[in-house]
């Protein structure tokens, strides 16, 4: 149960595979232990980790064994081996000089979703010739758990391989859909501040522009960096409360917000990661374009689907234009790419009704 809290704590993988060979050892009983892990071309060993060994033991022996002889034998037969005397079987490779004497022998495959990945080697049964059947299963135990760790990090790695153009258009769109906003709704702060009659309230604007502006700092870091991936403080509903007051200015109007349904526990932190920048490019077009009295913003989740409304009064919306603009081609896409839709329509009484609807 260690070994397994362990691969979900996050620990790199060779500190991993440290604890899982030491573990096992310790728990079944072995003098000494060993995981292989094998290389891409599955020819040879290119990891060789030990326990029950001291460092200066390790470093008489020399060069790491790669793989000959039996654990060659478990490399191209991947299947439990227990052994009496391990310098007795046929394709033992005997020991090189300074390494400690080994007679009882077990060996298992290292493996996960089918896919052999390395071998765990125990060594000399303490208070017995023989390791036993129980043994052996214990030992797969920790192989499993071992080949999971492995099987994770190269699944993990792939994945970071594979991100590369998709973190070019994330980068690209989230600098549009959080930092530009910012930058826009600072823009319109300064520029009101001209019309403020009081130095006092140009001092009070200009504070708050810059508060403003180290908070898209921040927004750029995150962008880049991905510094942002924990959880929203105070959970999606008030971030987007937060989002609604801090674009008041540049709307002329708060936001009536309205929300249905467990926004702070049913919605992912990726898909709310989403909600809030098609939120704050929602808003941001309605300040630019709609000269708008009134706003609502209807948040909801119903049958695991999470649908954004943004509903405006103001000078309506015109079809041919749809999708032109980087903004809306942003929203369709981020809708697009976690399976949902985006739209906007005139409503009939004046104004502009957008949706974004994604499958939870």
């Known amino acids: 149960m260690d070994a397994i809290l362990m691969i979900e704590a996050d620990i790199e993988l060779p500190m991993l595979l440290d604890h899982l060979v030491e573990e096992a050892r310790t728990l079944v009983g072995a003098r000494y232990g060993a995981l292989g892990v094998l290389n891409p071309a599955r020819t040879g060993l290119e990891q060789f980790l030990t326990a029950g060994l001291s460092e ?35 394709l033992s490779y005997g020991f090189p000089a300074n390494h400690p004497p080994m007679r009882s022998f077990l060996g298992v495959p290292i493996q996960a979703r089918g896919e052999v990945f390395g071998n765990l080697y125990l060594t000399d049964k303490v208070g017995s010739d023989d390791f036993t059947e129980e043994d052996e299963a214990l ?111 540049t709307l002329g109007v708060r936001p009536e917000l309205t929300f249905e349904g467990a926004i702070d526990n049913a919605i992912p932190q990726q898909t709310a990661d989403h909600v809030l920048s098609v939120l704050r490019e929602l808003l941001s077009n ?30 309506g919306f015109a079809p041919a234009a749809d999708g032109r603009g980087l903004g809306l081609a942003n929203l369709r896409g981020r809708a697009e790419k976690l399976g949902g839709t985006f739209d906007v329509q005139g409503v009939r009484s004046g104004g502009t009704r957008a949706t974004w609807r994604v499958p939870v």
């Not at 927004?219 to 971030?239: K, N």
């Open 56 to 90: 200066s033991e390790e470093r008489a022996i020399g060069p790491r064994p790669t793989g000959r002889g039996v654990l060659g034998l478990l490399i191209t037969d991947p299947a439990p081996l227990r052994l009496h005397e391990l310098g007795a079987h046929d």
């Open 286 to 315: 309605v300040g630019k374009h709609a000269h708008a009295t009134r706003v609502l913003v209807i948040l909801t989740v119903i049958d695991d689907v999470v649908v954004l409304e943004v509903i405006d009064n103001g000078a």
């Open 139 to 249: 030992t797969e135990a920790f192989a499993l758990a071992a080949g999971i760790a492995i099987d994770n990090t190269r699944l993990h790695d792939r994945v970071r391989t594979m991100s590369v153009l998709d973190d070019r258009e994330r980068i690209g769109r989230d600098l549009h859909d959080k930092v530009v906003q910012r930058l826009f709704a600072v823009g319109m702060a300064l520029q009101g501040a001209i019309r403020l009659p009081d130095l006092d309230l140009v001092r009070e604007r200009i504070d708050k522009v810059v508060d403003d502006l180290d908070a898209t700092i921040s927004e750029i870091r995150t962008t880049i960096f991905e510094l942002g991936d924990s959880a929203l403080p105070g959970g999606l509903r008030q971030a987007v409360i937060g989002v609604a007051d801090e674009l008041a200015p």
